[in-house]
């Protein structure tokens, strides 16, 4: 198969999307990183669309990247003006960018009801705007806008039109199914005509994700012909978005045999499109295919058994051939294979016995309201239990909050607490009231004020998300709540978990539970080993962006 070329539209139809932005120095960086990447083209947008866009050019001008090539965005000639006299396209020729994408209308429906114009006069706009752009020194592509919807209408046009950008000189014409209603047969089908009657004319795919076949439609069309593939990171775009060019790099590299990248660079698919994702300050899709946390997560206990036996059994492609890694996930479905592989990772041993044991303590837990996915801080400590080596923060003799709410509506929250730390041989009681906003903050306060002289390396962790879930909503404020708690020491972040019908009892026990693994995670820091020098089961590490907002102190108003 020929070889096939990226381009990605991110930084101009990407940001059609709703609450998608970037600053200009944002979407250099995103170039950049799109360019360590391997894709060939980067369309950057209309040079002076606006002042953000102005200043991106200026700033790309400047940049050097060692693959890809910058991409210029217009439109044919307005109706009524020559190509020479149209400021948007003298805009695109003054750019530095060789090469520029021009956008034209292939549907008749669309050259009547929206350009309003003769279908002869907009055949002359393409051809004319291509010329123009040509004689200017730039390569030109001519995006054939609605090109699916305009065949299904009339496939006479639909093909004039690329005759007329083919003729003026363009060097590819994109096939593009703008209103994302086709599908993978119909495209299949159109493409490979279009091949067949113009098969001089090198063609790339554009599609949406309006009948969530996006990525699907694009990789029949290169299955008919098409030598372009062009999509946004993580699909992001106007509507339901684009074609996911991550997904789609996958695809053709590894299922369909087309290499678009070497293999170094494919292996940073994953680092790429959660690093996009943070610049725009989105969590990552963890079921996105490829690139997602739980792509190549295994829950049920068949699943982790056999991946240990032999990936093959449950996964279609190694995770780390697109920079992903395996997660065992725990749950009552997990078997002692799970849990022993999971105990593996961490570096604990388990006694003769213990994971069985411990399979079944989780199930009666999940059957409980327990919910271990989300908590592998509380799941670790579980297993640490089970291997008789586990040594609490302290020992914990009673707890007390008093809320009180006063007349001007004032509420203040007092907690105390009496607990036991190990001291040498033996125990010392401590006894601590401290204030705050509400029980779980005041509760925290007192407890890191009780023990943070014994354990200083807590005044590192902080919570950084709270959750609340009632589960059983038929007993009203009566019911079970569950408490999951993230809490991070700047770096890496864990989950842990409380369950009760008193929704301060579930609060410390997720709070404890997040401290005590604070304390795992500050021991075994240096290397990354478990208590018993074994290596451990790395931590999720915490985006920049999130690190820069925790001063806001989650557990300040809880």
């Known amino acids: 198969m020929a070889r096939v070329q990226l381009y990605d539209a991110t930084l101009r139809d990407g940001m059609g999307g709703v609450g998608m932005s970037l600053t200009a120095a944002e979407k250099l960086r995103v170039v950049q990183r799109l360019d360590e990447l391997g894709v060939d083209l980067i369309e950057a947008g209309f040079p002076a669309s606006n002042p953000k866009e102005r200043e991106l050019f200026a700033l790309l001008e400047q940049a050097r990247l060692r693959h890809a090539q910058i991409v210029a965005f217009g439109m044919t000639r307005r109706r009524g003006c020559s190509a020479d006299q149209d400021d948007g396209l ?170 678009v990248l070497s293999a170094s660079r494919l292996a940073r698919l994953t680092e790429t499109a959660h690093y996009i994702d943070e610049l725009l300050n989105r969590a990552p899709n963890p079921n996105q295919p490829y690139v997602g946390r739980h792509a190549f997560a295994h829950k049920a206990g068949m699943h982790a058994s056999g991946v240990r036996s032999d990936p093959a059994t449950f996964e279609h492609v190694d995770p780390a051939s697109v920079g992903n890694q395996r997660e065992l996930v725990v749950s009552e479905l997990s078997g002692r294979a799970t849990l022993l592989a999971r105990a593996a990772e961490a570096g604990i041993e388990l006694p003769e016995g213990a994971a069985a044991r411990a399979a079944d303590q989780i199930k009666e837990l999940e059957h409980a309201g327990y919910q271990f996915e989300a908590a592998d801080g509380s799941f670790e400590l579980l297993l640490r239990q089970r291997s008789g080596r586990y040594r609490p923060l302290f020992r914990l003799e009673s707890w007390r909050v008093i809320v009180e709410k006063r007349a001007e509506g004032r509420a203040q929250t007092e907690a105390t607490i009496k607990i036991w730390v190990p001291d040498g041989e033996g125990e010392r009681r401590y006894i601590q009231t401290a204030e705050g906003n509400g029980p779980v903050n005041a509760l925290d306060n007192a407890l890191r004020a009780a023990i943070g002289a014994v354990h200083p390396q807590l005044r590192d962790v902080e919570l950084v998300n709270y959750k609340v879930r009632i589960l059983d909503e038929s007993k009203g404020t009566g019911a079970v709540t569950r408490v999951l708690i993230d809490a991070s020491d700047g770096h890496r972040v864990w989950g842990t978990i409380g369950v009760s019908e008193n929704l301060i009892s579930a609060s410390w026990e997720a709070l404890v539970d997040s401290l005590e693994y604070g304390m795992v995670v500050a021991e075994s820091s240096l290397g990354h080993r478990g208590r018993n020098g074994r290596p451990r089961r790395p931590v999720k590490t915490m985006p920049a962006a999130a690190r820069a907002r925790r001063r806001a102190r989650p557990s300040e108003a809880i």
């Open 90 to 259: 003298r805009v695109l020729a003054e750019s530095f960018a060789p090469v520029c994408t021009l956008v034209g209308k292939s549907s008749t429906l669309q050259v009547q009801k929206v350009l309003r114009v003769s279908k002869r006069e907009n055949l002359a706009m393409i051809g004319e705007s291509v010329s123009f752009l040509r004689a200017a020194g730039k390569r030109v592509l001519f995006d054939a806008e609605h090109f699916f919807d305009g065949y299904r209408a009339d496939a006479d046009y639909a093909l004039q039109t690329l005759r007329a950008a083919r003729d003026a000189g363009c060097e590819r014409a994109v096939l593009c199914d703008t209103n994302g209603g086709s599908l993978p047969g119909e495209v299949g089908r159109i493409v490979a005509a279009v091949r067949r009657e113009l098969p001089d004319l090198a063609l790339g795919i554009h599609t949406h994700n309006d009948s969530g076949c996006a990525v699907a439609n694009a990789l029949v069309a290169v299955e008919a012909g098409a030598t372009q593939v062009q999509g946004t990171v993580n699909g992001i775009g106007e509507r339901t978005g684009n074609a996911n060019l991550i997904t789609i790099i996958a695809d053709l590299q590894l299922k369909m045999g087309v290499k």
